[in-house]
């Protein structure tokens, strides 16, 4: 099982990024997925989670900037960013929620927004 994160990179402050999730060895519309992201020095925390169902859940710090989204077909998850702000700089994790209970994440993708 594989979940690669990519599509991060640097970008200035209301700027846009969009993240993707490709998986292998599993298919997500099996799977609640899930975005986290770690600043320096601070604790990985959610962002956002898209259910088997569908349904959509987004932390406050980027509710109505950020967008969790899945293509069934390209088995991969993905995460729109707008209106990027500093503070959203950190690395950026997707993981299935069952991984991600138990500690197993693989590689994040940088995301640096500059003021």
């Known amino acids: 099982v594989q979940l690669q994160a990519s599509g991060g990179g640097l970008v200035q402050a209301g700027g846009s990024l969009r993240l993707s999730c490709a998986a292998s060895?599993?298919?997500?519309?099996?799977?609640?997925i899930v975005w986290f992201r770690q600043a320096p020095g601070k604790q990985r925390d959610l962002i956002a989670r898209?259910?088997?169902?569908?349904?959509?859940y987004y932390a406050d710090s980027v509710k109505g900037r950020f967008t969790i989204s899945r293509d069934n077909a390209k088995n991969t998850v993905y995460l729109q960013m707008d209106s990027l702000k500093p503070e959203d700089t950190a690395d950026h994790y997707c993981?299935?929620?069952?991984?991600?209970?138990?500690?197993?994440w693989g590689q994040g993708t940088q995301v640096t927004v500059s003021s």
């Open positions: 898209i259910t088997i169902g569908g349904s959509a």
């Open positions: 060895g599993i298919f997500v519309g099996a799977n609640t």
């Open positions: 993981n299935t929620n069952t991984r991600a209970s138990i500690g197993n």
